[in-house]
């Protein structure tokens, strides 16, 4: 069983490093096959200029995605959000009626008109 736990976590490392080397604007093939790039790296993420993605991003404390919903559909009774975490982890969540009605509980009535108005809010937009 440690041997397959390995093999996916090292499935989910290269994944990670290779997303990495994508926001660095870096191609892991061709580095990870011991060929030069001498055309510079730029400092941070931002500095690529990324054309924004279709979808919800939920962002950490430190501008970070954490997760980009590209989907969400109608299975059944449920809803499902599909997505990536951390950028590189395909993810498929499942919302019940149960947890639904939970979310609205834990929001509240101001937090729920906050929520409401956040679309026409300015500012905040990457």
Known sequence: MSQSYDIVAMGAARATAIRMFEQLGMDFS????????????????????????????????ADEELIHAESLQRVGNERVIKGKSFGTMPM??????????????????SRL??????????GGAR
């Open 92 to 109: 498929e969540a499942r919302l019940d009626a149960a947890s639904a009605r939970a979310g609205l509980k834990m929001l509240g009535a």
């Open 30 to 61: 061709s580095v990870a096959k011991g060929a030069r790039q001498d055309s510079g790296v730029p400092a941070t993420a931002k500095a690529l200029n990324q054309p924004t993605k279709e979808g919800m991003v939920l962002r950490g404390p």
């Open 113 to 122: 008109a906050f929520l409401a108005s956040l679309p026409f809010r300015t």
